[in-house]
């Protein structure tokens, strides 16, 4: 069995605000040594199951975060950006199965530091469908038939994922208060807790379906304020629409709609206010 980990920090056990995932803050450090030791829990269970090779991608900010001298021996690992493929790295076809650690609600939700991707988004579409950050990284899996077994991280990001994947494991270290403050799991508690829930999802891992995305998908990106959507379309193949500040993408794939969203909420994040 090969599994891959995509592991977010929002979601992570403890973490409250933005002074504990900004690696210019002072909470940060604190914030590594528990995101590192958050995922050598998961790691330990999956090998201990069956599993043979696991891979983990560090995606959070800068995806930089996780520090390898304290990590699982047994993982390897994806770290550093700028990534062509940013959260999903590294996934393709062979593996067995996909988990999601750390992660957070979709902008616009409750939720602990709740967005997607960058905060000048509102939403993002694929086709009809309004999704955040876990739900595109889950259509990237299902392209590749890999079905997600396991989501860690806050209540809100919990319920996210029970509504998008039927079967899905889930475990919430912490409940959402406000989006700056969490009721949380002592670290023992939460270690604990995604040990029982990664074995739960290891077993489970054939009543979950790959969540299959469209053909020829349309990206839809709304965007905080106009001089960000003005930005994301200076991207070829864009449109904004409208009367709104949502930009456009016809992709052949979701591959390429994704690609598309990364360099899109880059560009848009060059806007000014002044």
Known sequence: MKLYL???????TGLP???FVDSQLHNYERSRRIMTKEVNHVVKQAFEKGCQSLLVNDSHSKMNNLLIDELHPEADLITGGVKPYSMVQGLDGSFDGAMFLGYHARAGQPGVMSHSMIFGVRNFYINDMEIGELGFNALVAGYYDVPVLLVGGDDRAAVEAE???????TAAVKESITRSAVKSLSLKNAGELLERKTEEAIKNRFQVKPL???????????FVNYGQAELAAFMPGTTIEP????????AKDILEAYRAMIVMTELAMQATFS
């Open 6 to 12: 995509s592991v977010d920090m929002e979601g992570i």
């Open 17 to 19: 605000d933005h002074t």
């Open 163 to 169: 509504a998008l994947i039927p079967h899905v494991t």
């Open 212 to 222: 299959t995305p469209p053909k020829n998908p349309t990206l839809r990106i709304e």
């Open 243 to 250: 009367n709104s500040c949502t930009v456009k993408f016809e």
